[in-house]
């Protein structure tokens, strides 16, 4: 019997800067991996789906990273996806069991180590690409902001900043799911009337409200008691000015300050009301969390949720282009 | 029987700006309250010791404070101390019991909400001013910045601010006993001294240290797992930078902030480490913590730490004068 052999993608070199180029990349044909090769707590995995992330620029430009380890040039790409396991050496999986969470090798077959893998499956609601989509990372983003750190209560006051995308939506009928008082921010009048048709109470757009600080106030005048965060700079500076004391800041990410140079990133004035509010700031990254509880516990809600209109497949068709990202339904 | 009369300080009206003059306050003589008086969870309670303290100042501006309640014209100052109940509306407490916690009326005898106290009592180690002394509010405010907040881990470095004062110095003492590497930073060479006498294991002036970053990263090099934050502003831009993944930064106090004005204030650079090594920045009040299982266990600790040498009275006369604050020996 001859070896059997597979395809996988490999970085060529480090991208600091600028768009990278397919010479960047190759794709090389190699034997596949096999069961005996794995070492303790690894899987032999067989990626479905791969997701393609921005968040991944980061990990291909040879620089020390905090938020997720850099990937090593000559080694394959990996990111989040879904796959099936062929062979185990962790008590927790088994041959056939379909898994997330964890980093794949971009190969048609690969050997990974299983902490961060979580077991998922099939169901008569969610078939299994759903784990990249309405399931799928920006999803669990936004249940893990929100709700295991966000720790809201009914009745209680949300913002949102970029309401309208993958994860603001997310945010959005979740927490009307939850009993609060919702308001999205986004930077369209077309966003904001999204925004708003997903149950907000009330959205703006911010890049014609004037006076940032000033137009949360109004949209929010009881004060906000969770800010879940995707722009930080100046808005989030705005934001922890209308915070209600022991106010939460789901810290998810920074859009407004990605593309800045570091002369021009946002200084924050208001820090100090992080003390005066008594507010909780928590920073997070969604791979941490996929072998937590709080990851069943989002497929049991999102799983309910979605499945209650025409499954997630029909759902999977109201993405509005790439801003407009995933969406539930509430029933 | 004629009815009791009791002494109090007013406050006879708010005082903005500056320095406050005797004049804003009055001493009345007025009748007692008594236990007929009584609503719901209440307590009738004569104060033993009132504890003066520079967060007081902001409770009689007449601005709307978010940190603590301000402070009403026309009626009684109110603050920390230590007193003995009279009478009781609450389940929790019973004639007699001494309390320590909740804001006291500076009177002679009055009634207080129960929720905020907290019970304690004299031992053969403890007397009844240690409350207010070494188990006091500053003391308690490092335990739970360092303990509660920051979840400190053997093996793990912790960076303290304002190291020699009455919070810092505690909080190196609690530290070096939970088996951390402990990091001090004071503003003279002889507080450096002190705090290096207390066990830590390095100190830096950082009136003459120059780059704070640098300075930080040197006495640190391996990286900062807890901040607990005295001073804010350009240290803690500094400490954000040196930070290690999942960190914590209790946030104490601003000290480098208080007394500047609205346009000086110290502009954050760094906040997106926060979301880049996945921080959990919380800033607190130290009275929200007297009526949780902190401080039972803060006293149980600090109880202990303190009696292995000449009991609490001895360690009071440990005072170095007012920047010294209170101190415990570790055995
Ligand atoms: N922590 C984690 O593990 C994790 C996981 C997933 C995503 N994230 C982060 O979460 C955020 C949302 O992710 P997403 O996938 O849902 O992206 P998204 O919100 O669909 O797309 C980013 C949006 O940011 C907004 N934006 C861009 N520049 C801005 C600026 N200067 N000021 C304000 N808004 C600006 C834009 O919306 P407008 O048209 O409304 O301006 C843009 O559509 C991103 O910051 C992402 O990095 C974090
Ligand atoms: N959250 C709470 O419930 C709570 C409770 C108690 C206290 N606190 C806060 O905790 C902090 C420590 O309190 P404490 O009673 O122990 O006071 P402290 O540290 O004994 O006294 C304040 C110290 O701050 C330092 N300082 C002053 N200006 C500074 C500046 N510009 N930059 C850096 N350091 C500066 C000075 O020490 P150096 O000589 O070292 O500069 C000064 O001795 C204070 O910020 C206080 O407001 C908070």
């Not at 070199?13 to 070492?39: K, Q």
């Not at 890049?207 to 969770?226: L, M, S, W, Y």
Request: with cysteine; hydrophobic share 40%; aromatic share 10%.
């Amino acid at each position: 019997m001859s070896a059997e052999s597979i395809t996988r993608v490999i970085l060529n070199n480090y991208v600091p800067d600028g768009t990278p180029n397919p010479s960047d990349f190759r794709i090389e044909t190699v034997p596949a991996p096999t069961a005996d090769m794995l070492r303790d707590s690894e899987l032999l995995v067989r990626p479905l789906y791969l997701s393609c992330d921005p968040y991944m620029r980061n990990r291909i430009n040879g620089r020390d990273g905090y938020y997720i380890d850099g990937l090593k040039a000559a080694a394959p790409i990996a990111g989040l996806g879904l796959g099936v396991v062929e062979a185990s050496t962790s008590s927790g999986f088994a041959p056939g069991d379909f898994v997330t969470g964890g980093f794949f090798d971009w190969a048609q077959k690969a050997i990974v180590p299983a902490a961060g893998f979580s077991k998922v499956s099939e169901t008569d609601r969610v078939s299994l690409v759903d784990y990249v989509g309405v399931l799928g990372m920006p999803s669990f983003a936004a249940y893990v902001g929100l709700v295991t750190l966000g720790k809201p209560k009914k009745g209680e006051t949300l913002l949102v900043s970029s309401a309208a995308g993958a994860v603001g939506q997310m945010v959005v009928q979740l927490a009307k799911i939850r009993g609060l008082r919702v308001v999205g921010v986004a930077g369209s009048d077309k966003k904001v009337e999204f925004v708003k048709s997903l149950g907000a109470d009330a959205a703006f757009n911010y890049k014609t409200c004037g006076n940032f600080e000033q137009a949360i106030r109004q949209a929010a005048p009881e004060g906000v008691d969770i800010y879940f965060d995707n722009v930080g700079g100046e808005f989030l500076d705005a934001a922890l000015m209308n915070m209600r004391p022991y106010g939460r800041v789901a810290a998810c990410g920074q859009a407004s300050q990605y593309n800045v140079t570091a002369n021009e990133t946002y200084r924050m004035d208001n820090f100090l009301q992080v003390i005066n509010r008594k507010l909780n700031v928590t920073g997070y990254v969604i791979t941490d969390h996929y072998p937590t509880p709080s990851f069943a516990e989002f497929l049991a809600e999102v799983d309910e949720v979605i499945g209650l209109e025409n499954g997630p497949t029909a759902l999977i068709d109201v993405f509005v282009g790439n801003n407009f990202g995933k969406r539930i339904i509430r029933v």
